[in-house]
């Protein structure tokens, strides 16, 4: 069984940063397609990065954020910079065997989530 936990939510002002952390519990962490997602109240939930051997980001991101995974750690993170208002969400960790997706469809396993507030 796989278990994600994440950490470094917070709130933060306009144009500030912040690091979410996802802990990830398994043997098999190198060989997983390991993304970020976002769900804003009212919203669907929404892609915003993965990474496997290369990395992939949502237009809204690009730029601003930046995806890294330690293998050794069982760790992927999610650099955010130049925050804005509209980023506000709660940010969920995923883990997804098939390599070549950004369909939350297709990750079977999610973290807790993590809340991001910011202020304008």
């Known amino acids: 069984q796989v278990q994600l936990v994440e950490s470094g939510g917070g709130l933060v002002q306009t144009g500030g940063s912040l690091m979410l952390s996802c802990a990830v519990s398994g043997r098999t962490f190198s060989s997983y397609n390991m993304g970020w997602f976002r769900q804003a109240p009212g919203k669907e939930r929404e892609f915003v990065a993965r990474i496997t051997s290369s990395t992939y980001y949502a237009d809204s991101v690009k730029g601003r954020f930046t995806i890294s995974r330690d293998n050794a750690k069982n760790t992927v993170y999610l650099q955010m910079n130049s925050l804005k208002p509209e980023d506000t969400a709660v940010y969920y960790c995923?883990?997804?065997?098939?390599?070549?997706?950004?369909?939350?469809?297709?990750?079977?396993?999610w973290g807790q989530g993590t809340q991001v507030t910011v202020s304008s």
């Open positions: 995923a883990a997804s065997s098939s390599l070549y997706t950004s369909d939350r469809r297709w990750f079977s396993y």
